[in-house]
């Protein structure tokens, strides 16, 4: 259940950046 909002959330924040915020505390690599 961590890979599947992970994915979601970077593809948004990779392409929108709207969800950086949200991508960036779930995949912060």
Known sequence: M???P????A???H???RN???WAH???R
């Open 20 to 22: 950086k915020g949200h």
């Open 15 to 17: 392409t929108g950046g």
């Open 6 to 9: 992970y994915s979601i959330h």
């Open 2 to 4: 961590r890979l599947v």
């Open 26 to 28: 779930d995949g912060r």
């Open 11 to 13: 593809a948004h924040g």
